[in-house]
Nanobody, 124 residues
Framework: QVQLVESGGGLVQAGGSLRLSCIASGRTFRSYVMGWFRQAPGKEREFVAA????????DYADSVKGRFSISRDNAKNTVYLQMNSLKPEDTAVYSCARASFPGPLVTSTQYDYWGQGTQVTVSS
């Protein structure tokens, strides 16, 4: 069973920065695509960013391109989300997720393990 634990959320003013971390259990972390998603109150969960198993390929939602950066440290079983120039509309619960199967990062990548999430609140 894979466990994902996020940290790093909090309250920040618009224009500020936060760095989220997600630590995964297990010895196969390096084989899987990892992603970050978010869900705001009253809205559906949406994709934020994803990173290939090696870290060489990344993908971002248009709404965060140029402001957010995803990275990973396979030696530490950790994936990060650096969030800069935060806006009030970035307020949400952010969760990390692991792909269902080992393989490359593609548009249709499915995720089957999810963390509990960490709250990010951006004040105006």
């Amino acid at each position: 069973q894979v466990q994902l634990v996020e940290s790093g959320g909090g309250l920040v003013q618009a224009g500020g920065s936060l760095r989220l971390s997600c630590i995964a259990s297990g010895r196969t972390f390096r084989s899987y695509v990892m992603g970050w998603f978010r869900q705001a109150p009253g809205k559906e969960r949406e994709f934020v960013a994803a990173i290939s198993s090696s870290g060489g390929t990344t993908d971002y939602a248009d709404s965060v391109k140029g402001r957010f950066s995803i990275s990973r440290d396979n030696a530490k079983n950790t994936v990060y989300l650096q969030m800069n120039s935060l806006k009030p509309e970035d307020t949400a619960v952010y969760s990390c997720a692991r792909a269902s199967f080992p393989g490359p990062l593609v548009t249709s990548t499915q995720y089957d393990y999810w963390g509990q999430g960490t709250q990010v609140t951006v004040s105006s």
